[in-house]
């Protein structure tokens, strides 16, 4: 699932018909309205998907340091 990033929507990228390129990468929306807001100001919603990436790493590295190292599901 790619996510709408104007209005927080999932859209399906298998199904998605609009969808734009912005610096080499693929954005879906779930309608053209949406599409037509995000290109006319792409980096104030990218801005807002990086604060929240930049936050997922932040506890993804927090607990490798609790844990000493990354969890493994298939084991030796
Ligand atoms: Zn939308």
Redesign the pocket.
């Given at each position: 699932m790619a996510k709408?990033l104007?209005?927080g929507?999932d859209v399906d990228e298998k199904t998605a018909k609009i969808k734009t390129k912005y610096q080499g990468q693929t954005y879906y929306?779930?309608?053209l309205h949406?599409k037509e807001v995000f290109e006319k100001e792409p980096e104030k919603y990218l801005k807002k998907k990086r604060l929240f990436t930049r936050f997922l790493d932040w506890l993804s590295s927090d607990r490798e340091k609790e844990h000493g190292k990354p969890p493994s599901c298939c084991g030796k």
């Open positions: 709408d104007v209005c929507m929306f779930c309608a949406c």
